[in-house]
């Protein structure tokens, strides 16, 4: 069965990564722009990683058959620095124009800082002016509940964002429910220590049903697994779950909220 | 929302598959609690917020209530309604809330 990985940093993995996801079913990546795992110190690193972004990484996947898509935005760790990141911010719409690019993200909190929130906010402003997709990144660990809570008034006090067009990730037990409960889309980060096992995220699921939920792996610099998705599939599967359901979670919907951005085509 | 959707498993099922998973890791946390009491400083006077909050989340366990992985995760939330000014220096998460949060 096909699958779609809807949140994968690419950049962080070996071109092997990518055979194996193409030999369990992966169809299409979609990569937000994140933190590297050090702060940038110039705005011409960041251009280089958006030239990653969308020129390398696509031709990198489809040596394997895999469709990719990215996201562009400067990350929340490194949007604490407003003055930088808003030279970084400046280079951005240029990105937008660029055919497998699907809109901003993942921009978010970290440390539920002042100085991150004005950047968050200068953000949706700019993904409302050029009409695109919202990917947001919520906080880890103790800081996520807040967190969450701060970004999801900061996208709704404006009035102009629909929710639809908007993913928040990284959800848990203490999220879900508020998110999916203002219209937002949701993911479930599937990691070994931080964040959703596969079994939490089935568990998730079985509470709060398939409608606006996504699964994906991140698959980082950090200890993550690129096959997460096709492992919580094994673990659906394992659970008696059908294979309508666990198309719909990991092939249907993130198709679904993807093709809302006209760069999104999968062939049929 | 509500709980809509049961596991397809059933009880005798759900043991049968994540019982043993489980047990090693009550045993992982009971060693970690031993561990601490190893330590080659010794135990400080005051227990870091982190330890401390683990064994509060603990007793949610057996409360005999519901919903127990959304209370532990909140427990282990920072609810405090101010935002700093910036992150520098503080950038990692800790995974509990210091004791001033709460």
């Known amino acids: ?268 | 929302m509500k709980y809509d959707v049961s596991c397809p498993l059933s009880y005798g099922e759900i043991v049968d598959h994540y019982f043993l998973e489980h047990r090693a890791k009550l045993i992982d946390i009971a060693a970690f609690l031993d561990r601490l009491e190893r330590a080659s400083d010794g135990t400080p006077a005051h227990e870091d917020f982190r330890v401390t909050a683990l064994r509060d989340a603990l007793a949610l366990l057996s409360d005999g209530q519901g919903e127990r992985a959304k209370r532990v995760l909140a427990h282990l939330s920072d609810d405090r309604e101010a935002l700093s000014e910036t992150a520098a220096g503080t950038k990692g998460a800790l995974g509990a809330a210091p004791e001033s949060s709460k």
């Open chain 1, 1 to 268: 069965m096909n699958y779609i990985e809807p949140h994968g940093h690419m950049v962080s993995r070996t071109t092997a990564d990518y055979e194996q996801m193409a030999l369990a079913g992966c169809v299409a990546i979609s990569e937000p722009a994140f933190w590297a795992g050090f702060d940038r110190d110039s705005v011409r690193g960041f251009y280089d990683y958006f030239r990653q972004l969308t020129e390398y990484e696509p031709a990198r996947a489809k040596k394997f058959g895999i469709q990719h898509f990215c996201w562009i935005c400067i990350n929340p760790k490194e949007g604490d620095a407003p003055g930088f990141a808003r030279e970084v911010i400046e280079i951005i719409p240029d990105f937008l124009q660029k055919p497998n690019v699907l809109g901003v993200g993942e921009i978010g909190l970290n440390k539920n800082t002042k100085n991150e929130l004005i950047i968050l906010e200068e953000q949706i402003d700019l993904a409302v002016k050029h009409n695109q997709l919202i990917l947001v990144h919520t906080p880890h660990l103790e800081d996520k509940r807040k967190g969450t809570r701060i970004i999801m008034d900061a996208l709704l006090s404006r009035g102009d964002v629909d929710p639809g067009r908007v993913l928040i990730d990284h959800v848990e037990e203490h999220t879900v429910a508020e998110v999916l409960d203002k219209g937002f889309w949701a993911g479930m980060t599937l990691y070994p220590e931080t964040k959703c096992t596969s079994q939490r995220a089935a568990d998730i699921i079985e509470m709060y049903g398939t409608e606006r939920l996504w699964m994906n792996s991140a698959c980082d610099w950090g200890i993550s697994d690129p096959l997460a998705v096709p492992k919580a599939r094994m673990e659906l599967k394992r659970r008696g779950h059908s294979e309508a359901v666990i198309k719909t979670l990991t092939y249907d919907n993130p198709h679904t909220f993807l093709s809302q951005s006209p760069n999104f085509t999968l062939p049929a």
